[in-house]
């Protein structure tokens, strides 16, 4: 199935897809928060910095929201990713 044709199956049809669900590009654009789990088994969150095929740029955040420095990601090291749109974006 082509990228097209997926995305036509998949917007807000009877599988459930809620209205106003992010697409890849807003999901991880530039100040966007992203609480990532890497295969090491840690969880990192922050703001999106940059991203490309490499991997992703966080400015990173404390559990009590303190800014912890910055942190390239490659994406084969990525488990899951946790993103959280604003209602704003």
């Known amino acids: 199935m ?3 044709t997926f995305k036509e199956s998949s917007r807000g049809d009877a599988q459930g897809l809620r209205s106003g ?12 928060f992203v ?3 890497v295969r090491s088994g840690y969880d990192v969150s ?3 910095c940059d991203r490309d095929a ?3 740029l966080l400015d990173v955040r404390d559990p009590s929201g303190d800014p912890g420095g910055y942190e390239f990601l490659p994406w ?5 990713v946790k993103i959280q749109i604003s ?3």
């Open 35 to 37: 609480s990532v789990t």
């Open 54 to 56: 490499a991997g992703i």
């Open 76 to 80: 084969s090291s990525v488990e899951r």
């Open 2 to 4: 082509d990228r097209e």
């Open 46 to 48: 922050g703001y999106v």
């Open 21 to 32: 669900s992010p697409e890849l590009g807003e999901a991880f654009g530039r100040g966007g």
């Open 87 to 89: 209602p704003n974006r």
